[in-house]
């Protein structure tokens, strides 16, 4: 079985205590399946010092972009289109709104999202976006920069049946988590259902929401399979049959040749 996360952090990880460094969490998540990591950046610096800190792996690829509760700090459309060039970057972001947490600056935080979409076309690589309290605006946003040009993936979903047939609509992606194992969950378990299996993706978002039964702890890439098999019962297929799917999912959306990560493994 080959699993993939398609959203995490690495550079956010505990290795003080935890691991040793990535080599000893991506071998952790071998052990589970899980053979390819997408390590995503939140800031332009932050870019940097995390693909310093990987370095070139097999099992690591890398978006770069600017989160909306991070526009605050300097930032370059320039460099970010640079960067986002580069050959082991296969998406923009993350990127997106977010209502919940800034609300003062919801002109800086549109501009900057409609930017980042106009890279994505630019470089034909998709967006991951990030949406909370936001998606109104997100959908509007997403549908008046034309992203379904580059396509993309809402990750982390946690909004309704509605909007995610707006995104499906438009070619995008939907990624979930491991809050669908969460006991409160029980609506977006039904968007789990809703969603077709040609379109799904799996993530950690690690190091945050860790699944049961790991909630309370760090979340890393190895748990992706809890959250995959989790998926699978929902879907009503086998754990091998979503591992398949979500594979090709992410080739199909980041432009990613499986088959040679396959053929490795």
């Given at each position: ?67 909306p ?7 370059d ?110 609506a ?78």
């Open positions: 079985m080959f699993l993939i996360d398609s959203h995490c952090h690495l550079d956010g990880l505990d290795y003080q205590a935890l691991h040793q460094d990535v080599a000893d969490v991506a071998a952790k998540a071998r052990t589970r399946d899980v053979k390819l990591m997408l390590a995503v950046c939140t800031t332009l610096p932050g870019f940097h010092a995390m693909t310093t800190m990987i370095g070139r792996r097999d099992d690591v690829l890398f978006s770069c972009g600017i989160h509760l991070n526009i605050d700090k300097p930032y459309f320039a460099e970010l289109q640079h960067l986002a060039a580069g050959e082991d970057v296969v998406a923009l972001g993350e990127t997106g709104l977010d209502y919940y947490y800034q609300q003062d600056n919801k002109v800086q935080q549109q501009a900057a999202f409609r930017e980042h979409i106009r890279v994505g076309r630019a470089l034909n690589k998709p967006v991951i976006v990030h949406t909370r309290g936001a998606r109104k605006d997100t959908l509007a946003i997403l549908l008046e920069e034309q992203a379904s040009d580059c396509s993309g993936v809402l990750h982390c979903f946690t909004e309704d049946q509605a909007t995610a047939k707006t995104l499906l609509d438009i070619g995008f992606y939907i990624s979930f988590s491991g809050i669908i194992t969460f006991r409160n969950a029980q977006l378990r039904e968007v789990v259902r809703y969603v077709p299996l040609d379109r799904l993706l799996v993530e950690t978002d690690s190091p945050y929401l860790a699944p049961v039964p790991y909630r309370g702890k760090e979340n890393q890439p190895a748990y992706v399979r809890d959250v995959a098999e989790f998926m699978a019962t929902l879907k009503g297929v086998f754990p091998t049959q979503l591992a398949a799917a979500t594979t090709d999912n992410f080739g199909r959306l980041f432009h990613v040749e499986m088959q040679r990560y396959l053929d490795a493994n």
